[in-house]
């Protein structure tokens, strides 16, 4: 009779610590499910913000907003504070983006504010107008870059060294070369004409080293075509086109 009365009393107890393991964990749950659902207050870009934006100049281009917490991601920041007071914008920051401290980067020491992201290094190639999109590309923008060479004969798509040759016997071809890159700068060889041409000038882009190395090589062989790119424009990389598939392989 007190075995059984035993294994009763233990039954309860055991249903009780359940019962409250149960309501502990619960409770616990509800915690963290407000917890990730409490607003907190995030810096969001309300304009397009150049790469090179200095943190005091941010001023007019951010907002704050109210997000849940769950959603924002670490190290968004709130605030444009000392943290960061010293410090730009690394790239381009599109309109709506949360701000974090990753995209800003020390300013580099180079004329005209330009800023060299992390790892890149900065190179100029100099362009007619009709070589960056009759001059609509400026500081910040996004390009691809084409390059138009005299094909080796018998290699193909392989450039041949000597530039880009115009005699007829020789095979041309028009690849892109690089897919995205940022622009740093562009500076004026010569001011417009009263005619409105528009004249020279030097681009300067951020590369890594090997896309550096290909942006000069094909400046040496052949010629450029700096091409703008919208927020939702495609490329991709292929065979290209050349004199005998221009219109139809």
């Given at each position: 009779?007190?075995?059984?009365?035993?294994?009763?009393?233990?039954a309860?107890?055991?249903?009780?610590?359940g019962?409250?393991?149960?309501?502990?964990?619960v409770?616990?749950a509800?915690?963290r499910?407000?917890?990730g659902?409490?607003?907190?207050?995030?810096?969001?870009a309300?304009?397009?913000?150049?790469?090179?934006?200095?943190?005091?100049s941010?001023?007019?281009?951010?907002?704050?907003?109210?997000?849940?917490?769950?959603?924002?991601?670490e190290?968004?920041m709130?605030e444009?504070?000392?943290?960061?007071?010293?410090?730009?914008?690394?790239s381009?920051?599109p309109e709506?983006q949360?701000l974090?401290?990753?995209?800003?980067?020390?300013?580099?020491?180079?004329?005209?504010?330009i800023?060299?992201p992390?790892?890149m290094i900065?190179?100029?190639?100099?362009?007619?107008?009709?070589q960056?999109?009759g001059?609509?590309?400026?500081k910040?923008?996004k390009?691809?870059?084409?390059?138009?060479?005299?094909?080796?004969?018998?290699?193909?798509?392989?450039?041949?060294g000597?530039?880009?040759?115009k005699?007829?016997?020789?095979n041309?071809?028009?690849?892109?070369?690089?897919?995205?890159?940022?622009?740093?700068?562009v500076?004026?060889?010569?001011?417009?004409?009263e005619d409105g041409?528009v004249?020279?000038?030097?681009?300067?882009?951020?590369?890594?080293?090997?896309?550096?190395?290909?942006?000069?090589h094909?400046?040496q062989?052949?010629?450029l075509y700096?091409?703008?790119?919208?927020?939702?424009?495609?490329?991709?990389?292929?065979?290209?086109v050349d004199?005998r598939?221009?219109?139809?392989?």
């Amino acid at each position: 009779m007190k075995n059984r009365a035993f294994v009763i009393i233990l039954a309860v107890v055991l249903a009780l610590c359940g019962s409250a393991g149960v309501f502990l964990y619960v409770r616990g749950a509800d915690t963290r499910a407000i917890a990730g659902q409490q607003a907190v207050t995030v810096l969001v870009a309300k304009d397009r913000i150049p790469a090179g934006t200095s943190a005091d100049s941010l001023k007019d281009l951010v907002e704050q907003q109210q997000m849940p917490k769950s959603s924002v991601p670490e190290n968004t920041m709130s605030e444009v504070d000392s943290s960061v007071a010293e410090l730009v914008t690394s790239s381009e920051i599109p309109e709506g983006q949360l701000l974090t401290r990753a995209l800003f980067t020390e300013q580099a020491s180079l004329a005209k504010g330009i800023s060299i992201p992390d790892g890149m290094i900065a190179v100029t190639v100099p362009t007619e107008a009709w070589q960056r999109a009759g001059g609509l590309i400026q500081k910040g923008s996004k390009v691809a870059v084409f390059d138009t060479f005299t094909v080796m004969d018998g290699k193909g798509n392989t450039p041949a060294g000597d530039g880009l040759s115009k005699q007829y016997e020789r095979n041309q071809s028009t690849r892109l070369l690089l897919a995205s890159l940022e622009v740093l700068s562009v500076v004026d060889e010569k001011k417009a004409a009263e005619d409105g041409d528009v004249g020279k000038a030097i681009v300067t882009v951020a590369v890594k080293q090997a896309d550096a190395e290909k942006l000069i090589h094909g400046q040496q062989t052949g010629t450029l075509y700096f091409a703008l790119l919208g927020g939702k424009s495609e490329i991709a990389p292929g065979t290209g086109v050349d004199n005998r598939t221009l219109f139809g392989s």
